[in-house]
């Protein structure tokens, strides 16, 4: 599978795309394995089950079983990836949740620069939804067009976005956008800088991602490793599970050498995190 040139410059544009029933022939073993996942690892504040009083995220989440792991190497997965990356694209890492309530606008990126002098990395998300969702029960908004770093519109939102009732008089669930109502098997793909939300949500939305971006060059290595860093958060001391690495084929580790080769400074990062934090981020 590969994208086609029109489904390119639609992310080009617009900066994400919908695949409607993509996975449906995956997704009852899917959601079976998700709640393997929390089970045996918890994902709630101590590592409880999810209690619906807040976010459960567990990093890295599809790594933990070996199930959910090899959706890397299903064709229509690595071709989304490979189409919009190139064929030695990185894997990057995923995340599993229990979303409650709200999530305002935001982008995924770093938008501010940490890294001075370099506008954000592009990374894509495939984000799976596990229950059906519409516009007002947690669906997945994003604004068309919000990805492009240095635009007057996308800057505008950038700096609005967070206090639109003060700003434009309308809270954040009327900011005009797309809305990606979803059913399970449905796959969304979108550019992790653009803008997005999801409003109405209950308190057990189960939706997990896979994030990727393109090899780094050898003169952006620092880049990569100041990405891994970020992991330190999680109190986790490589960004791969290990289902994720103890299963990979010749063609699976082609994603995930470049960062393998590169993370031997996160133990140290975790060490210092866990100085600071009291238990792990939630996300």
Not at 125 to 138: E, F, S
Not at 178 to 202: E, I, M, R, Y
Not at 225 to 244: D, K, L, N, Q
């Amino acid at each position: 599978m590969r994208l086609t040139p029109q489904q390119l410059s639609f992310m080009d544009t617009f900066g994400f795309l919908a695949f409607p029933g993509l996975l449906k022939d995956k997704i009852d073993r899917i959601i079976a394995e998700f709640e393997t996942v929390f089970a045996t690892y918890g994902g709630g504040h101590d590592g409880k089950p999810h209690d619906g009083t807040a976010r459960s995220c567990i990093v890295p989440f599809i790594d933990q079983n070996e199930y959910l792991s090899a959706l890397i190497d299903d064709e229509r997965v690595e071709g989304i990836f490979a189409s919009l990356l190139g064929e030695d694209f990185n894997y990057i890492g995923s995340d599993g949740n229990f979303y409650v309530g709200d999530t305002n606008w935001h982008s995924d990126t770093d938008w501010s620069g940490r890294m001075r002098g370099k506008p954000p990395r592009v990374f894509y998300k495939m984000a799976l939804y596990l229950d059906p969702i519409t516009r007002d029960t947690g669906a997945l908004r994003v604004i068309p067009g919000s990805q492009h770093y240095g635009d007057r519109y996308a800057e505008t939102l950038q700096q609005h976005l967070r206090t639109a009732q003060d700003d434009w008089s309308i809270n954040g669930a009327q900011v005009p956008a797309v809305a990606l109502d979803s059913v399970p098997g449905d796959v969304v793909v979108f550019n992790q800088n653009t803008k997005h939300s999801a409003w109405g949500g209950n308190a057990r939305r189960r939706m997990f991602t896979i994030n990727c971006t393109a090899r780094y060059s050898e003169a952006d290595l620092p880049y990569l490793r100041h990405e891994i860093s970020a992991f330190a958060r999680f109190w986790t001391e490589s960004v791969y599970g290990p289902a994720m690495t103890r299963t990979a084929s010749p063609g699976r580790l082609v994603h995930l050498r470049q960062t393998l080769d590169n993370q031997g400074h996160l133990a140290e990062e975790v060490r210092k995190a866990k100085v600071t934090m009291k238990e792990p981020s939630r996300g």
